[in-house]
C-alpha cells in the first residue's frame, strides 16, 4: 500500500513570495490534516478536510494560508505571502476517518529567507 | 484548548537500558492518547496508542500507561536498542470528534552503543 505521498519536499522562497504544498493521501482516506511542525516542536495542526469540507481550520492564518481538497481526494496548502516565520515542515496525514490511525507524509521542508 | 507537556526533551541511555517519557494533558475529556516515532527526515509514525477504557498496553519492547485521573501517560521502552533513537511525540485527542490531534513538544532519545 502506497504511503502519503507530498511535495517538493523542500523548498527555499524569499519572504513576500507565494509557495504551494501538494499532497496525496493513501487511497480510500477520506480524512486529511495538515500540519505545520516548526523545528524543536510537536506538529500544529492547521486544517482538517473529511473528504472535500473542512472540519477544522480554526489555527489557520487565514489571511495569508489557503487549502482546498478538490474532489475529495489530493489537497494543495498555499501561502501568501510568507514570512519568516513560516519556516517550517508541513506535514500531510491522512485516515479514514475521525478516530481512526493518522498516517503522515515525509513533509515538506520549507525555508523562507 | 488541550495542552500536552512532555518530559523530558532530551534522554540518552545505554543500549539494553530501559527509557520512560512521560506526558500530562489539560482536557479531561480527552480519550485517545498515540505515540509517534519521527527518524530524521520522516514524518511521524505511530507506535503505539491507548484509549481511556484502558491503563495499559504493551507491544513487544513499548509499553504506555495512563493515568486518567491524573491526566498523565508514559511510554515506557524496554531493552532499548540502537534503532530506536529518534524523536518521540505523544499527542491527545477526543475522539468521536473531529479527532483534532494535540502534540506534545517532544523528546530526542539517544541509545548509546
Known amino acids: 500500500e502506497a504511503g502519503v505521498a507530498q511535495s517538493p519536499r523542500y523548498k527555499i522562497i524569499e519572504k513576500r513570495q507565494s509557495v504551494a504544498f501538494w499532497c496525496n493521501p493513501i487511497?480510500?482516506?477520506?480524512?486529511l490534516y495538515w500540519y505545520q511542525q516548526i523545528l524543536g516542536q510537536g506538529p500544529k495542526l492547521l486544517i482538517q478536510?473529511?473528504?472535500?469540507?473542512?472540519?477544522?481550520d480554526s489555527q489557520l492564518p487565514k489571511d495569508r494560508f489557503s487549502a482546498e481538497r478538490l474532489k475529495g481526494v489530493d489537497s494543495t496548502l498555499k501561502i501568501q505571502p510568507a514570512k519568516l516565520e513560516d519556516s517550517a515542515v508541513y506535514l500531510c496525514?491522512?485516515?479514514?476517518?475521525?478516530?481512526?490511525?493518522?498516517?503522515f507524509g515525509p513533509g515538506t521542508r520549507l525555508t523562507v529567507t | 484548548g488541550e495542552n500536552v507537556e512532555q518530559h523530558p526533551s532530551t534522554l540518552s541511555v545505554q543500549e539494553g537500558d530501559s527509557a520512560v517519557i512521560k506526558c500530562t494533558y489539560s482536557d479531561s475529556a480527552s480519550n485517545y492518547f498515540p505515540w509517534y516515532k519521527q527518524e530524521l527526515g520522516k514524518g511521524p509514525q505511530l507506535i503505539i496508542d491507548?484509549?481511556?477504557?484502558?491503563g495499559e498496553k504493551k507491544d513487544q519492547r513499548i509499553a504506555v500507561t495512563l493515568n486518567k485521573t491524573a491526566k498523565h501517560f508514559s511510554l515506557h521502552i524496554t531493552e532499548t536498542q540502537p534503532e530506536d533513537s529518534a524523536v518521540y511525540f505523544c499527542a491527545a485527542s477526543m475522539v468521536g470528534g473531529a479527532q483534532k490531534l494535540v502534540f506534545g513538544q517532544g523528546t530526542r532519545l539517544t541509545i548509546n552503543p
Open positions: 496525514a491522512s485516515s479514514l476517518g475521525g478516530g481512526s490511525e493518522q498516517y
Open positions: 487511497s480510500g482516506h477520506a480524512t
Open positions: 491507548i484509549r481511556s477504557n484502558v
Open positions: 478536510f473529511q473528504n472535500n469540507g473542512v472540519v477544522d
